[in-house]
């Protein structure tokens, strides 16, 4: 068998060739909100495209939902009716998004100064908002020299929440507790409290959308909070107690221990004397 390849052959694998790298494999990642709109746009080409077919595949294989021919859109799907335009040769736009609109969009470009046609792949997700949250907080010790306390970030059950993220104060160096979880454990000494209007930050998050609310330090330790309790005067009442406690327990042990003595000095001396 010949090893060379004939003229047309070669001719025919440049130009399959060409075509399947004009194509490509890459898909851009869209994510979106409910009711929002998506712009799919083409890069500046050489010449405007002659028209534009969208494709979209939800489920199993592809489906024309659309062909843009100058700016004027024909033939658009039932699912997409009255919601998606063509802008210009180059831009198509679909409002009023649902999850149903979720897929794997193909845009195929007809330039006429070109043999092969230009194809945009994008991967559309829509998501629901991020829901209202709030902080609940349970406080394990509340004192004027300790505050240990745990914070959760709570959200309506099935929310479209991807991650979570804690933060102490609202500027950016500020202390990054987790990067990823609902709930935080902290415990404070009087010393290193800080800021009494301090505030912990939950912010919850899903690739198109996030939420914040916070708490102040000051309504979770409210005896640290509460300037008429000082802990260092706590600190010295209880090492006072502590040693008036230690004293009378000596005493005590002493004083059971002499009578305890003289009743055996008592009853040896009875013995003796019988």
Same mark, same amino acid.
């Given at each position: ?15 399959? +060739? #060409?075509?399947?790298?004009?194509q490509? !494999?890459?898909?851009?990642?869209i $994510?979106? /909100?409910?009711?929002? =709109?998506v &712009? ?37 799907s ?9 802008? +210009? #040769?180059?831009?198509v736009?679909?409002? !009023?998004?649902?999850k149903?609109? $979720?897929? /794997?969009?193909?845009? =195929?470009? &007809? ?10 792949n ?5 998501y ?30 099935? +929310? ?22 609902p ?11 800080g ?9 919850v ?19 640290m ?50």
């Amino acid at each position: 068998m010949d090893p060379r390849i004939d003229a047309p052959l070669l001719c025919l694998i440049l130009v399959l +060739s #060409d075509n399947l790298i004009s194509q490509g !494999n890459f898909i851009q990642p869209i $994510n979106k /909100l409910i009711n929002d =709109s998506v &712009t799919f746009t083409m890069e500046p080409a050489e010449c405007a495209p002659e028209d534009t077919t969208i494709r979209w595949k939800s489920e199993e294989k592809y489906q024309e939902i659309g062909l843009c021919r100058n700016s004027h859109l024909d033939g658009a799907s039932t699912q997409f009716h009255k919601r998606i335009e063509c802008n +210009s #040769d180059t831009q198509v736009t679909i409002r !009023n998004l649902t999850k149903a609109d $979720n897929g /794997l969009y193909s845009l =195929s470009y &007809t330039l006429p100064c070109k043999v092969r046609k230009e194809v945009k792949n994008y991967n559309l997700i829509v998501y629901e908002p991020v829901p209202a949250l709030h902080i609940e907080k349970e406080v394990d010790r509340n004192s004027a020299c300790w505050c240990n306390f745990t914070l959760h970030c709570s959200v309506p059950v099935n +929310s479209s929440v991807d991650w979570y993220h804690w933060q102490k104060g609202r500027n950016e160096t500020g202390y990054q507790h987790y990067m990823n979880g609902p709930s935080i454990q902290v415990s404070l000494e009087s010393q290193s409290l800080g800021p009494l209007d301090e505030e912990y930050v939950c912010t919850v998050y899903n690739p198109a959308n996030q939420k914040s609310t916070s708490i102040h330090r000051k309504d979770i330790c409210t005896l640290m909070a509460d300037s008429s309790i000082h802990c260092s005067n706590l600190q010295r009442t209880s090492k006072l107690l502590i040693f008036i406690i230690c004293s009378t327990v000596a005493y005590v042990i002493l004083a059971i221990t002499i009578i305890f003595r003289a009743i055996l000095l008592k009853n040896g001396n009875f013995l003796t004397t019988k």
